[in-house]
T-cell receptor, first 116, second 114 residues
Framework: EAQVTQNPRYLITVTGKKLTVTCSQN?????MSWYRQDPGLGLRQIYY???????DKGDVPEGYKVSRKEKRNFPLILESPSPNQTSLYFC???????????????FGDGTRLSIL | AQKVTQAQTEISVVEKEDVTLDCVYE???????LFWYKQPPSGELVFLIR????DEQNEISGRYSWNFQKSTSSFNFTITASQVVDSAVYFC???????????WGLGTSLAVNP
């Protein structure tokens, strides 16, 4: 089954304690992306990756890091989490870029992070 | 500038009513794509439809239909005979030109009451 898998689904942690949210896709997609969703602000892109070893900042990259060492994985790293990073996070992938022939962007089920 | 506006923040209907969710977009590019996604209470994002700027044909999928009108820069979504399971937040989104990211509307929260 084609899917984007995020882990963990829920996490409560404390300020300053490094954490990683993993994202893996099994569709051999080149493009992957991270979003955060906040009430009243909608979905905002954090980082994206067009292919292995190629990553770029989105709209709200501050406080986050990503890596793309393998095609299937695109982890999101919070080196020193702060309360303003409490949010619902989504990983997404698509074949080539955001729009590709007949392939929409597939989303993971989301990760709800609470930073105390 | 590229922008997506979903003017309806919340809509509440009674089951079996028809409901239309509005989406107005802004872009200067002639090539663009429009999307609708559904986010049910469980939180995941579900792809519903993609439409490119060169295809103004309206689309129907079961109880769902979409009306794309370039003249008014709108891509409205209608649910016919709504059901409680349609209760969700619905997002409209845009990708235009060489932009590599989705521009999202803020979503419309639809509540379908029994």
């Amino acid at each position: 089954e084609a899917q984007v898998t995020q882990n963990p689904r829920y996490l409560i942690t404390v300020t300053g304690k490094k954490l990683t949210v993993t994202c893996s896709q099994n569709m051999n997609h080149e493009y992957m992306s991270w979003y955060r969703q906040d009430p009243g602000l909608g979905l905002r892109q954090i980082y994206y990756s067009m292919n292995v070893e190629v990553t770029d900042k989105g709209d709200v990259p501050e406080g986050y890091k990503v890596s793309r060492k393998e095609k299937r994985n695109f982890p999101l790293i919070l080196e020193s989490p702060s309360p303003n990073q409490t949010s619902l996070y989504f990983c997404a992938s698509s074949l080539q870029g955001v729009v590709s022939s007949n392939q929409p962007q597939h989303f993971g089920d989301g990760t709800r992070l609470s930073i105390l | 500038a590229q922008k997506v506006t979903q003017a309806q923040t919340e809509i509440s209907v009674v089951e079996k009513e028809d409901v239309t969710l509005d989406c107005v977009y802004e872009t200067r590019d002639t090539t663009y794509y429009l999307f609708w996604y559904k986010q049910p209470p469980s939180g995941e994002l579900v792809f519903l439809i993609r439409r490119n700027s060169f295809d103004e044909q309206n689309e129907i999928s079961g109880r769902y239909s979409w009306n794309f009108q370039k003249s008014t820069s709108s891509f409205n979504f209608t649910i016919t005979a709504s059901q409680v399971v349609d209760s969700a937040v619905y997002f409209c989104a845009l990708v235009a030109g060489n932009n590599r990211k989705l521009i999202w509307g803020l979503g419309t929260s639809l509540a379908v009451n029994p």
